[in-house]
């Protein structure tokens, strides 16, 4: 037990990686659906490229989409739907106008009174019978315009034709209405008003103080009594749907379906479908589940083995670092995940986003072996397997082609549009190739690549978090860090002016260099605008920044000068950390002199002190070594630049001789040992070094003086 603690202890890396790629594969198995897969791919317009093919079984032949959808868009053509009458309606409106009619009567009584002492009791008495004529007809046009019908008016009344009918419930009976026999509010209160104005138009001899009725506002009592009825309507509409038949007609068994080579048309790839449905759906019930779950797992672990076996061998960096590792293992599953919930609208998702992202952060050889493996796993969801995988896979060739300069604002842009434009092109030649026709194209798919592809500027946000998230950098962090502006830099140029205008020419040489060799340019030019950042502290110990001949090495021994030169390093990884710099950045800073020593207080020392033992550890740099080229060549523009500016003589063999012979003691010196980098690579260094390095220092042309006058 003990020995097995220890075993875990000294690899639970290895192990906890391992583990990633088998809880990947677990959570992918455990989300596919446990139904077989049709044995045989078809298309249709293309010939049957198997054997002879006989029915296993009896089986329905399925009417496709279109047909049904037609057949039921058909029968709800003939839907009338469903309205209630509500008979309270009437009651309570009746009683809310008698209240409103007595209460209107008593005030217009007291109004009366109180300013024309003629109102006598018989004129009163008078005035209450005529008002009360009044009252009985009112209810009574209420009552007919009530009992004939007040339709609400909603979304499903503004579609019905005026000449439609529609079905009114009353109680238990339901009935036939035509629309135009119903009133609407408007037109109800248009007949009450002129129901009203009529009728105290011809008893305007008896109906005295015509000014009481005209204030009467009767349409206040107008409010719809035929109202919608949603649950019964939607009831009946899907009762009828149910009835529309899902099959036109049967396969026997043993019957044959196809001859080899025989060109698979409408009908014949109607009853493939449908023999393909039957084949899955019986393949996913009780025993059968099992054995595809085993080969669900095989499928699953050949994708995401393949997988490691990539970066075991080509991008083993990334397998050294468990958060690298879980941030690729997690884009698959996440892309698996949501397809496996929308396996009928798998064209909205936006697969391409996967290859851009993993771009952005590593390259585009890893970014089109990821894109690979997520489609395959997809593509065993999808219903149309080559199809979905083929234009997927197109369309991530395109946007990890297409998308060179994330930072640049319109790429992003045109990198989306090209994968919308690569969907819908293929797909379209897919489309005529399998129809025959430009009429069997399904142009619902257009508006998913279109959707598909404004998905795809989703990168900028999720490049972010990832970012923050992973602690990983990409080219839009690097292009605002590279700004001369930023703080810290621009603190450089205050407090160390010598050490930024070394660090500008070093970031020059260095992003040329990695052009030519093959690298992230962006990345060790910001690298070497940082790497010297430690050299704020003690500017002045540092000969660039020395001025008027003072040096204030003079008043320290050379192991304590080493040792400020050395500190520079220290200084800077924590002053890039307390300024929240990234990780990759911050490692340049660590390996700009590698383990190399400060070669020229190491020496001035041995030789004052020719007998004593030295301490190299004392003026040799804590490193690490570079471990890729970027850092490799940012710690060779470092030393050329930097001893350039010593040369006392400026001219092509003297600029020659020292590339050749700083780079040729790095070498020596081990220092790049971790970096994949040949002898190719470094010869073309050397050559970019000492072009660059003699434009710089290129001869002016010597102005002749003034004459004196």
Request: net charge neutral; charged share 25%.
């Amino acid at each position: 037990m003990k020995r097995l603690i220890d075993y875990i202890k000294r690899n639970y890396k290895y192990i906890f990686r391992a583990f990633l790629f088998v809880i990947t594969t677990s959570l992918i198995v455990y989300i596919f659906p446990r139904e077989g897969k049709f044995r045989y791919e078809f298309q249709k317009g293309r010939p049957w490229l198997h054997e002879n093919l006989f029915a296993p079984f009896d089986f329905p032949i399925y009417k496709s989409e279109k047909q049904l959808q037609d057949e039921r868009d058909s029968t709800l053509k003939h839907f009338d739907p469903y309205f209630k009458y509500d008979s309270t309606v009437l009651v309570n409106e009746t009683n809310k106008f008698l209240k409103y009619y007595a209460a209107k009567q008593e005030e217009f009584i007291i109004k009366e009174t109180d300013k024309n002492s003629g109102f006598s009791t018989y004129k009163k008495q008078n005035f209450i019978n005529n008002s009360d004529n009044f009252k009985q007809k009112a209810i009574q046009v209420l009552e007919e315009i009530y009992i004939k019908g007040i339709i609400e008016l909603n979304e499903v009344t503004e579609k019905i034709a005026n000449d439609e009918s529609i079905i009114i419930l009353q109680g238990k009976i339901a009935q036939n209405y035509v629309l135009s026999a119903m009133y609407t509010q408007k037109s109800a209160y248009e007949n009450v008003t002129s129901a009203v104005e009529i009728f105290v138009e011809k008893n305007k001899s008896r109906l005295k103080y015509p000014e009481f009725y005209k204030n009467i506002n009767l349409y206040e009592y107008i409010v719809p009594n035929v109202l919608y009825d949603k649950t019964t309507s939607e009831a009946v509409k899907n009762e009828l749907l149910k009835n529309v038949s899902l099959t036109k007609g049967m396969v026997q068994a043993g019957e044959k379906i196809i001859s080899q080579g025989e060109i698979i048309d409408t009908r014949l790839h109607r009853i493939l479908e449908s023999l393909k449905y039957e084949s899955e759906t019986r393949l996913g019930d009780g025993y059968f589940s099992e054995i595809i779950l085993l080969g669900q797992i095989i499928f699953v672990v050949a994708c995401i083995g393949v997988l490691f076996l990539f970066l075991l061998n080509f991008r083993s960096e990334i397998l050294k670092h468990s958060l690298k590792t879980t941030f690729i293992l997690m884009l698959v599953l996440i892309v698996v995940f949501i397809s496996r919930f929308t396996v009928n609208y798998l064209y909205i998702i936006p697969v391409a986003l996967v290859p851009i992202i993993i771009k952005t952060f590593y390259d585009a050889r890893l970014a089109l072996f990821i894109h690979i493996v997520t489609v395959l796993l997809v593509g065993f969801l999808a219903p149309n397997g080559f199809e979905f995988v083929f234009l997927s896979f197109i369309a991530g060739i395109v946007a990890i082609f297409s998308l060179t300069n994330l930072y640049r604002r319109g790429k992003l842009f045109l990198s989306a549009g090209l994968v919308f434009v690569s969907y819908s092109f293929v797909y379209f030649g897919l489309a005529i190739t399998q129809e025959g026709s430009f009429s069997g194209i399904d142009f619902q798919n257009f508006k998913f690549f279109a959707l598909n592809g404004g998905l795809v500027l989703l990168a900028y946000p999720l490049i972010y978090i990832f970012e923050k998230t992973f602690g990983f950098l990409s080219d839009l962090t690097l292009m605002e860090l590279s700004d001369t502006n930023q703080k810290l830099l621009r603190t450089l140029a205050e407090k160390a002016p010598g050490t930024f205008q070394h660090s500008m020419q070093v970031a020059n040489l260095a992003e040329e260099a990695i052009h030519k060799i093959g690298g992230n340019p962006l990345l060790v030019r910001t690298g070497a605008l940082y790497h010297d950042i430690g050299k704020m502290n003690n500017p002045a110990y540092f000969i660039e920044n020395q001025r008027m001949g003072f040096n204030p090495h003079d008043m320290h021994e050379f192991d304590e000068s080493a040792n400020i030169i050395i500190s520079h390093v220290r200084d800077g990884v924590e002053l890039a950390k307390k300024n929240k710099l990234p990780e990759p950045l911050i490692d340049f800073i660590r390996t700009h002199h590698g383990t190399s020593k400060v070669q020229y207080f190491y020496r001035s020392y041995i030789k004052k002190f020719p007998d004593k033992d030295v301490d190299i550890n004392k003026f040799t740099y804590p490193g690490p070594k570079p471990y890729s080229k970027e850092m490799a060549v940012l710690m060779m523009a470092d030393s050329v630049e930097a001893a350039s500016r010593s040369l006392s003589e400026i001219n092509e063999e003297k600029i020659s001789n020292l590339v050749e012979m700083i780079i040729s003691d790095q070498i020596n010196d081990g220092q790049f040992d971790y970096v994949d980098i040949n002898f190719k690579n470094i010869t073309e260094v050397k050559a970019i070094f000492k072009d660059k390095l003699m434009n710089i220092y290129h001869a002016r042309i010597k102005y002749p003086e003034k004459k004196q006058e």
